[in-house]
T-cell receptor, first 114, second 112 residues
Framework: DTAVSQTPKYLVTQMGNDKSIKCEQN?????MYWYKQDSKKFLKIMFS???????INETVPNRFSPKSPDKAHLNLHINSLELGDSAVYFC?????????????FGSGTQLSVL | SQQGEEDPQALSIQEGENATMNCSYKTSINNLQWYRQNSGRGLVHLIL???NEREKHSGRLRVTLDTSKKSSSLLITASRAADTASYFCATALMDSNYQLIWGAGTKLIIKP
């Protein structure tokens, strides 16, 4: 009965590979996000979807592509992984359109690119 | 993007003492939110305070907001070992429905 779940929790891969991270929320929220947390713990938004529509697309390399098959799922696909992609990636959702209300976070995916 | 700033970056206190963390921001906000992140876990929402509010309480947590100084503080009273975590503030900007601007966090350690 986890509210926001993302898989895998750990992802170790070689440079140049393609990988995906999945996220699902069972809260009935309309808005979902992907955040990247770097080694200094700074959180940076990558993408936001509202009811399957892309709302925020920050300056993120084209190698990152979000996919929202329905409003309960927001997956992140990364092509041609680079060393600098190593970070913790968090999925989140919010109950109303936009971020004016609180976010619910998944437990994170620690990506290590070797 | 503009960032919120928190201070101190790290705080270590004895169990039972009070812990105060501060957050400053740069532009007008709709609301300010505090989150906790335990090591290796996701962020958990603690309190949301709106721009027209000055103080909010939740259990042992007290948040204040001073919009004239563009700052907020989070007070944890009677700290416990379980409060050991990183605490982040995030501001919802007035001119954006979708952006939360995050601080770099305060790492709080409660010594038993």
């Amino acid at each position: 009965d986890t509210a926001v779940s993302q898989t895998p929790k750990y992802l170790v891969t070689q440079m140049g590979n393609d990988k995906s991270i999945k996220c699902e929320q069972n809260l009935g929220h309309d808005t979902m996000y992907w955040y990247k947390q770097d080694s200094k713990k700074f959180l940076k938004i990558m993408f936001s979807y509202n009811n399957k529509e892309l709302i925020i697309n920050e300056t993120v390399p084209n190698r990152f592509s979000p996919k929202s098959p329905d409003k309960a799922h927001l997956n992140l696909h990364i092509n041609s992984l680079e060393l600098g992609d190593s970070a913790v990636y968090f999925c989140a959702s919010s109950p109303l359109t936009g971020v004016r209300e609180k976010l619910f976070f998944g437990s994170g995916t620690q990506l290590s690119v070797l | 993007s503009q960032q919120g700033e928190e201070d101190p970056q790290a705080l270590s206190i004895q169990e039972g003492e009070n812990a105060t963390m501060n957050c400053s921001y740069k532009t007008s906000i709709n609301n300010l939110q505090w989150y906790r992140q335990n090591s290796g876990r996701g962020l958990v929402h603690l309190i949301l305070i709106r721009s027209n509010e000055r103080e909010k309480h939740s259990g042992r947590l007290r948040v204040t907001l001073d919009t004239s100084k563009k700052s907020s503080s989070l007070l944890i009273t009677a700290s416990r070992a379980a409060d050991t975590a990183s605490y982040f503030c995030a501001t919802a900007l007035m001119d954006s429905n979708y952006q939360l601007i995050w601080g770099a966090g305060t790492k709080l350690i409660i010594k038993p």
